[in-house]
């Protein structure tokens, strides 16, 4: 499967983004999907993800502000992103896998996903 990040930008401290994650391939309901971030000189971090059920996690720096949604009709996971601050400017990235852990930390970690999107990058401003 190929993922295609978008919708990144520069917004304003308290404003709104929304990140989409379109698949080609197979049906997207198939696999779980995720979103990570990396700032400059920082570890990617896990933001949140969905399972192939629709169960979804995430960390708590964004818990109450973002939310991962997916579209099985339009193959397309999004990252609704609501009272953004400087602290999550970074490089966003989409990311799928085909396996059903049944650890759900397991979703937390880079290494659990096989497809990687090209990254899309959030810039807010103070």
């Known amino acids: 499967v190929q993922l295609q990040a978008s919708g990144g930008g520069l917004v304003q401290a308290g404003g709104s983004l929304r990140l989409s994650c379109a698949a080609s391939g197979r049906t997207f309901s198939s696999y779980a999907s995720g979103w990570f971030r990396q700032a400059p000189g920082k570890e990617r971090e896990f933001v949140t993800a969905?399972?192939?059920?629709?169960?979804?996690y995430s960390a708590d720096s964004v818990k109450g502000r973002f939310t991962i949604s997916r579209d099985n009709a339009k193959n397309t996971v999004y990252l609704q992103m609501n009272s953004l601050q400087p602290e999550d400017t970074a490089v966003y990235y989409c990311a799928a896998s085909t396996q059903r852990y049944s650890y759900s930390g397991s979703y937390y970690y880079p290494g659990s996903y096989e497809y990687w999107g090209q990254g899309t990058q959030v810039t807010v401003s103070s």
């Open positions: 969905i399972r192939q059920g629709g169960t979804t």
